[in-house]
């Protein structure tokens, strides 16, 4: 059974910096495209950044493009979002994802992963 676990959500101020990890158990996730997402209150869940399993890829949205930095350790099972120069805006729940394996699709899309983990709170003060 896959299970997703994220960490390192918190309190900061604006211009502070945060790193986010998602620990993956249960099965081998080199094949597997990886992602963040993130839900507002009372916003839908909207994609943050991805790193495709098939040629390394990354996509970032344009709300954190030059900000965000997505990355994967393979052999820890682990990927990560650094998130620099944090607004306000990016208040949030912070969810990982992974897709199923040798998943094709569209990385920025929900309905290709099939594992979330339960998410992080990450509250940026003014």
């Known amino acids: 059974q896959v299970q997703l676990v994220e960490s390192g959500g918190g309190l900061v101020q604006a211009g502070d910096s945060l790193r986010l990890s998602c620990a993956a158990s249960g099965r081998t996730f080199s094949s597997r495209t990886l992602g963040w997402f993130r839900q507002a209150p009372g916003k839908e869940r909207e994609f943050v950044a991805a790193?495709?399993?098939?040629?390394?890829?990354?996509y970032y949205a344009d709300s954190v493009k030059g900000r965000f930095t997505i990355s994967r350790d393979n052999a820890k099972n682990t990927w990560y979002l650094q998130m620099n120069s944090l607004k306000p805006e990016d208040t949030a729940v912070y969810y990982c994802a992974a897709s199923r394996s040798w998943a094709t699709g569209q990385p920025t899309g929900r309905i290709l992963y099939d594992h979330w983990g339960q998410g992080t709170q990450v509250t940026v003060s003014s």
């Open positions: 790193i495709r399993w098939s040629d390394s890829n990354i």
